[in-house]
Structures are given as C-alpha cells and as structure tokens.
C-alpha cells in the first residue's frame, strides 16, 4: 500500500544519519539521502511504501530513498544471514563445532556483531556529516 503525505519540516536526525520529514498530519518519517542530494521541501508530497520514500524536489525531478529505521534493519538482517551461513559451514566440520560451542568463541562472535553494528552507525554519522548544510527553513 502507497501512503502519499505532505511534508511540513525537514531537519537532520539526531544520529546523524539521515533526515526526518515531519508531515502534516503529526507524523514522522526518517529517510537516508545521499549527502550531495536534496531533502523533500515544505509543502512537497511523498509517497511512502514498503520502506521506500519518493518525493520531488523544486525541479520536478523524482528521488528514490529509503527510510532510514528499516534500512538499518535490512542490514542487521543481512549481517545476521551472513554469520549464519558461516556458522552452518563451520559446525559442519566437527573440530570447528566443538570451537564454536565454547562461551568464550560466543562471547567473542557478540563483540564482533555489536562492533560491525557500531561500525555501520559511525559511516552513517560521518557520511552525513560530509554533506553540504541541508537545514531549511
């Protein structure tokens, strides 16, 4: 289902890593744009669907972004498929199993899931930071 909204204010997420559109109807949409590409201007329509957001700038052109909540969980999701496919492929060989069943392999597998997470939010940050000002006003 397409939603269509109107957009009321653009401004930067707090974490830096995209910008949230609040609407007119109260709601609030986070979106991820290219730090060189234009944010949906006051007044403009968007459609909303299936985690992809279109809105048009002052041209008349069309941008294609993503929403930026389930953006990060695709590729959480995506990490998460990765590390099972590993997994499966290494307790196939009963000397890997016996490694990765220990507490501290398990322990050691959480740190390197938390820090590639943390890895993809500060490429996040410092993308958007290296983007011209998008404050409108």
Known sequence: MIT??????????????GVRVWHDDGTVTGIMIPPDGPVPAPGSVCSIS???FVFEDSAGKTHHV?????TLQTMKKAGEAIGAIV??????????????????????VRQIVKKGEDIIQEHCRRWWEGAPDRSIH
């Open 4 to 17: 269509q909204k109107k957009v009321k204010l653009s401004e930067p997420l707090d974490s830096g890593a």
């Open 50 to 52: 299936h985690g992809l």
């Open 66 to 70: 993503m929403q930026h909540d389930p």
């Open 87 to 108: 997994y499966h492929a290494a307790v196939s060989r009963p000397w890997l199993a016996s490694l990765l069943s220990s507490e501290i392999t398990t322990s050691r």
